[in-house]
């Protein structure tokens, strides 16, 4: 048996026993693959991880910096209480508008805003609004940008809060300093800013599974 096809068994092991997907997360992963979105959405277990992350951290209000089709997004919502918040920002109208539909589906649209456009220009409106300071912030947007969503989240948090950055290993290219590739280095610029910030603590876990070989960045706001 492969390593890859070994990953995918005990993925589905895992999944099958630990991270029930439902109906509405099932819908919201065909309608991605019905409208031919990126195949770059986390796993079922990743997504529990996240809601998991969510309900440790006793999370009210949560930033998610992309959307794509809402699936991360439910996952994060159905942590959060009655009257907690999630917004969730997407560059692709054509995203946001399935992620939306998604999100209502699973009845979490009056918890969950997506807000449509290029993050690096919603972030510092949001903070123009003044909101109060996220619990958890996860950023799964375009890898080039990182370190800047590492900024604004910094911005946007206060102490005790947490920052997830998915992606982080690329396959492993994370450890090639002379990458030109931009993804990779901005992967690079952020993890580099995580270990030297004196605001933040944080480390990175590889992972293998059915999205191949990769991992994710933690850091706790001091």
Known sequence: MSGSQLWDDVDDYFSTHLALDD????????????????????????????????QIQGARNVLEIGTLAGYSTIWLARALPADGRLISLEYSPKHAEIA????????????????VGPALESLPQLADENPPPF?????????????????????LTSAGS?????????????????????????????????????????????????????????????
């Open 135 to 155: 619990d958890l912030v996860f950023i799964d947007a375009d890898k080039a940008n990182n370190a800047h969503y590492v900024e604004w989240a910094l911005r």
């Open 23 to 54: 109906e509405a997360l099932l819908a919201a992963l065909r309608d991605s693959e019905a409208a031919q979105l990126p195949r770059i959405n986390v796993t079922p277990t990743q997504g529990k991880f996240l809601q998991l992350l969510a």
């Open 100 to 115: 939306t539909r998604n999100i209502a589906r699973a009845g979490l649209d009056k918890l969950v805003e997506v807000r």
């Open 162 to 222: 947490l920052i997830v950055v998915d992606n982080v290993v690329r396959g492993g290219r994370v450890a090639d300093a002379g990458s030109e590739d931009p993804d990779v280095r901005g992967t690079r610029t952020a993890i580099e800013l995580i270990g030297s910030h004196p605001r933040l603590s944080g480390t990175a876990i590889q992972t293998v599974g059915s999205k191949g070989y990769d991992g994710f960045a933690l850091a706790r706001v001091l």
